[in-house]
């Protein structure tokens, strides 16, 4: 298995230069009828204040876990996870997850369960404060009109914006992605790869997200994360993405780099890193 030495990589120069997230030596084993399985074999990753994250790794590697225990899930078997120095022991507004399947209330408004989220962590807050919070993020993303449809009545795309209007009212300091947009189709994906920049970038949240998308990593990410095959996997290749911000699809789609860039993810996941079956 191949590490890559993290610490001597080169940060995006926009950010500042102390650790905000940071992945320490982490492993996690799960306990199994047949044993102890090992997922995560010593991970180590800083991530830093403003930084947007792509992870990718064939499926099974523990994408999953690894952000799990950075939403705080899920705890490490060892190691610990710190955001601001502060260990991660359990969920927190501070960090907000969105999965691939919303996982909205079904029988609350777009508004009502973006709302609810707000009332629950802010209680004491008057309430035309928290209204007008639900309001701003929904516009944010583009559900003015559809604040009182219930989900059965919005496409996944809209369903997913919900999702992330609900996240970000909390002004949560890290937004963790769990393959949010793998159930969407082609058009609607690029529109909310576009929004979702703008927004990250309007918010300067900091963003871990799961991708099986290699062009959507290439589009979105400042570092793409690069996992080995499980048991133990670990951290394999972490790619420095150089594109300016903001980025414009096309422009990217000419420059020779992406092509060198793309070619690379492929070789790790596809030579390097096959799975057996592929
Ligand atoms: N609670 C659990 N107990 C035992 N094994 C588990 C548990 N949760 C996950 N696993 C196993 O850990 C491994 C990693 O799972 P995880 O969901 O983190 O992977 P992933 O990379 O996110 O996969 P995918 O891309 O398919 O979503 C898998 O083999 C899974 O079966």
Redesign the pocket.
């Given at each position: 298995m191949q590490t890559l030495n993290t610490t001597a990589l080169k940060r995006p120069e926009v950010l500042n230069g102390d650790p905000f997230l940071v992945i320490d030596n982490v492993s996690?084993i799960?306990?199994?009828p047949t044993g102890p399985?090992t997922?995560?074999d010593g991970i180590n990753l800083t991530v830093y204040e403003g930084e947007f994250i792509c992870l990718i790794?064939?499926?099974?590697?523990?994408?999953?876990?690894?952000?799990?225990m950075v939403s705080g899930f899920?705890k490490p078997s060892e190691g610990e996870v710190r955001l601001q120095t502060k260990r991660i022991t359990e969920p927190g507004p501070d960090r907000m997850v969105v999965f691939q399947n919303y996982s909205l209330l079904p029988w609350l408004s777009a508004f009502e369960n973006v709302y609810l989220g707000i009332d629950s962590v802010y209680p004491n807050k008057p309430k035309a404060e928290k209204v007008a919070i639900a309001n701003e993020h929904l516009a944010m993303v583009g559900l003015a009109d559809a604040a009182n449809k219930r989900p059965r009545e919005l496409s996944g795309g809209m369903k997913q914006r919900v999702s992330i209007a609900r996240a970000l009212a909390l002004r949560p300091k890290v937004l963790v992605l769990?393959?949010p947009f793998g159930a969407l189709d082609p058009i609607t994906r690029e529109e909310l790869q576009e929004e979702l920049l703008k927004i990250w970038s309007d918010h300067q949240v900091t963003v871990l997200m799961?991708t099986?998308d290699i062009d959507e990593a290439l589009f979105l990410a400042d570092r793409l994360v690069m996992?080995t095959n499980?048991?133990a996997?670990n951290i394999g290749e972490i790619m420095n993405i150089p594109f300016p911000r903001p980025r414009n699809r096309a422009r990217i789609m000419e420059d020779p780099e992406y092509y060198n860039l793309r070619n690379q993810a492929l070789d790790f996941l596809y030579r390097r890193f096959a799975h057996a079956d592929e």
């Open positions: 996690k799960y306990p199994t399985y997922v995560l790794g064939h499926s099974g590697c523990g994408k999953s876990t690894l952000l799990d899920r769990d393959e799961i099986h996992m499980g048991p996997a």
